[in-house]
């Protein structure tokens, strides 16, 4: 059973569109909210994060918003480029697990010139 | 992230043959972890440690067993490969004191015939 479900699995979008990736957990213990990018052949790597104290951080082109009520939260890459084409993977964790990071199942993102 | 480095890369097996894969650090990072990475489901944690003598298991152990030879390296075993382990592996390491983000090396891609 995953904790953290992620929509779509894949996405093709215009170079200059927004990009918009979805997850949603189970856990209301969950208290960090991070997205990494992975590309091909390499590993993932941090690229944004959020607390649930927050309903929206910003950091240049990519913006997470977080709705707690709902157990929700996305990933919006505004005027997305060929070079955001990655996979993103959406996680979670807990401060009293150790921190552990729970995965979403990842979305493979395609942005066309 | 070069920092976090594994070996082989890429490796091919037969079932039933022994293998393993090493992770080496040179972020002096005290927490490691190994994560196996399938199509859709994200990625999923094996075994992780939080120092030398802390070693312990994450959500699909079996099949797996680990070694933590140092603060710097943590292996990854499979006694006896099968097929359903083919999946690219990843190791990863956090600091105790910044535990959120975790640095991942460049994957090994293993498939077992």
């Known amino acids: 059973q995953q904790q953290v479900k992620q929509s779509p699995q894949s996405l093709i979008v215009q170079k200059g569109g927004i990009s918009i990736i979805n997850c949603a957990y189970e856990?209301?213990?969950?208290?960090?909210f991070p997205w990494y990018q992975q590309f091909p052949g390499k590993g993932p790597a941090l690229l944004i994060a959020?607390?649930?104290?927050?309903s929206e951080k910003k950091e240049g082109r990519f913006t997470i918003s977080f709705n707690k009520s709902a157990k929700q939260f996305s990933l919006h890459i505004m005027d997305s480029q060929p070079g955001d084409s990655a996979t993103y993977f959406c996680?979670?964790?807990?401060?009293?697990?150790?921190?552990?990071?729970?995965f979403g199942g990842g979305t493979r993102l395609m942005v066309k010139p | 992230d070069a920092d976090v480095t594994q070996t082989p890369r890429n490796r091919i097996t037969k079932t039933g043959k022994r293998i393993m894969l090493e992770c080496s650090q040179t972020?002096?990072?005290?927490?490691m972890y190994w994560y196996r990475q399938d199509p859709g489901l994200g990625l999923r944690l094996i075994y992780y440690?939080?120092?030398?003598?802390?070693?312990n298991k994450g959500e699909i152990s079996d099949g797996y067993s680990v070694s933590r030879q140092a603060q710097a390296k943590f292996s990854l075993s499979l006694e006896s490969a099968i097929p359903n382990q083919t999946a690219l592996y990843f190791c990863?390491?956090?600091?105790?004191?910044?535990?959120?983000?975790?640095?991942f090396g460049p994957g090994t891609r293993l498939t077992v015939l």
């Open positions: 990863a390491t956090s600091d105790r004191l910044f535990l959120n983000e975790q640095f």
């Open positions: 856990n209301t213990a969950f208290d960090y």
């Open positions: 959020i607390r649930p104290d927050v």
């Open positions: 996680a979670a964790s807990r401060n009293n697990a150790g921190n552990m990071l729970t």
């Open positions: 972020k002096g990072h005290d927490r």
């Open positions: 440690s939080f120092d030398v003598k802390d070693i």
